[in-house]
């Protein structure tokens, strides 16, 4: 990896498109920025865009939860830390959090990911060079404190 613990995304910006009615970026936009900033740390683990050409074999998500937290408007920039919370050898449980580029956190997001082969489509074991890979991040990660929010559950809280 050429990236210490955690790895963090570029930056992205907010696009016209996909602010709503209510002047700020509409919910479903955070998972694509969730997405898009992924795609990069997956291509470093090997799962880039030529993988799926080459293999027959791609990543899908399985479970992602999303905690929005302060809202973020058109032309601000976000940029997504990307923590390797686990794995096996056929799936991977990550956290990240959106980072406003003045530092504060605008949401959280937490995944289940699968390797799949296409042909079934079926859950099917990554290859040795990326699992190696992959382990290697989560080892590096597991040295870092554990993000606070991981494993969260949605709830109403009632008082006494």
């Known amino acids: 990896m050429s990236q210490p613990a955690p790895f963090f995304s570029t930056y992205h910006e ?25 795609d990069e740390v997956f291509a470093e683990l090997g799962f880039g865009p030529n993988y799926v050409k080459r293999t027959n074999h791609t990543t899908f998500s399985a479970e992602f939860h999303i905690r929005y937290l302060r809202e ?49 489509p079926k859950v099917a074991p990554m290859p040795d060079d990326i699992l190696e890979r992959v382990s290697k991040m989560a080892e ?9 929010d991981v494993g969260r559950k949605i709830e109403i809280r009632r008082k006494g």
Do not use: C
């Open 72 to 120: 973020v408007k058109l032309g601000e920039r976000l940029r997504s830390s990307f923590y390797m919370l686990d794995y096996d050898g056929k799936r991977f449980h990550t956290y990240q959090e959106l980072f406003h580029e003045d530092g504060w956190i605008s949401a959280t997001g937490e995944g289940l990911t699968l390797h799949v082969n296409l042909d079934g």
């Open 14 to 38: 907010i696009e016209p498109g996909w602010i709503d009615h209510n002047n700020h970026l509409n919910m479903g936009y955070y998972t694509v920025l969730f997405d898009r900033m992924s």
């Open 140 to 148: 590096e990660h597991a040295a870092l404190p554990r993000p606070a």
